[in-house]
């Protein structure tokens, strides 16, 4: 499935939940948020919230400091 994540192109060998993108991109169980066609899915909601061809994700991850 063809999807654009974070403004690049990106090939998703499944066509599965949010949830499932995470994990095979690798960041699975980090803190981050996503935007999903320019709506933020929840961390709750993202096993049930699934992927069309043509999505736009965008990826941000939460970073600490001071």
Known sequence: MKLIVNGEAYEAKQFE???ALL???GIG???VVV???D???PASS???CWLREG???ELFRL???G
Do not use: K, Q, Y
């Open 23 to 25: 994990e095979e991109m």
């Open 39 to 41: 709506d933020v899915i």
């Open 29 to 31: 169980g980090r803190p």
């Open 17 to 19: 939940s949010v949830t």
């Open 46 to 48: 993202r096993s049930t």
């Open 35 to 37: 935007v999903l066609n």
């Open 63 to 65: 970073v600490g400091g």
């Open 55 to 57: 999505d736009c994700v």
